[in-house]
T-cell receptor, first 113, second 115 residues
Framework: NAGVMQNPRHLVRRRGQEARLRCSPVKGHSHVYWYRQLPEEGLKFMVYLQKENIIDESGMPKERFSAEFPKEGPSILRIQQVVRGDSAAYFC???????????FGQGTRLTVV | AQKITQTQPGMFVQEKEAVTLDCTYDTSDQSYGLFWYKQPSSGEMIFLIYQGSYDEQNATEGRYSLNFQKARKSANLVISASQLGDSAMYFCAMREADNTDKLIFGTGTRLQVFP
């Protein structure tokens, strides 16, 4: 895990609140992916971004979820009006063109109470 | 659609023994990549090994090797000389060759190494 930073590591939100998850990719990596892991399951792709562009959001729920990767700053996954079913671990991964390996962050564990 | 199947929900192995974790995949693409990741109880995803579909040799990384059988569409992970610290969830994944390079994951195998 060469430097993908996610914060916070743990996030607790009440139903109806907003959750903001941040991901700073490895320096020099221009591709960012967000994955969601429900308890006892594998990771599921949500969205793929490059700087200032959403390339593929086919895995992201159409409502309440949004993602961005601005020119400056971290990538943000935003969940509005959270519900209990949003409780999961959210992982960010980055990689550079030509690399085979995607580096994962340590994940943000969201708990909705 | 591409799919990864891991049929072993849990595996046990004694310390110092070898263990094989199964992974089969389904794709119609000729070019693809296969990965194994380890997820310990602390939760992070640790990259272990990569195999490209055109690689003729099986990938190896220290105690990890990937038994790649292209005709059978299998990419089993072999861990030699198991250690207690190998106890974790192990995920097989495939990189889609659709210009997005996103990963498709299997459901994982929980490996427990006992003394």
């Amino acid at each position: 895990n060469a430097g993908v930073m996610q914060n916070p590591r743990h996030l607790v939100r009440r139903r109806g609140q907003e959750a903001r998850l941040r991901c700073s990719p490895v320096k020099g990596h221009s591709h960012v992916y967000w994955y969601r892991q429900l308890p006892e399951e594998g990771l599921k792709f949500m969205v793929y971004l490059q700087k200032e562009n959403i390339i593929d959001e086919s895995g992201m729920p159409k409502e309440r979820f949004s993602a961005e990767f601005p020119k400056e700053g971290p990538s943000i996954l935003r969940i509005q009006q959270v519900v209990r079913g949003d409780s999961a671990a959210y992982f960010c991964a980055s990689y550079r063109d030509g690399n085979t390996e995607a580096f994962f962050g340590q994940g943000t564990r969201l708990t909705v109470v | 659609a591409q799919k990864i199947t891991q049929t072993q929900p849990g595996m046990f192995v004694q310390e110092k023994e070898a263990v094989t974790l199964d992974c089969t995949y389904d794709t119609s693409d000729q070019s693809y990549g296969l990965f194994w990741y380890k997820q310990p109880s602390s939760g992070e995803m640790i990259f272990l090994i990569y195999q490209g579909s055109y690689d003729e040799q099986n990938a190896t990384e220290g105690r990890y090797s990937l038994n790649f059988q292209k005709a059978r569409k299998s990419a089993n992970l072999v861990i030699s000389a198991s250690q207690l610290g190998d106890s974790a969830m192990y995920f097989c994944a495939m990189r889609e060759a659709d210009n997005t390079d996103k990963l498709i994951f299997g459901t994982g195998t929980r490996l427990q190494v006992f003394p």
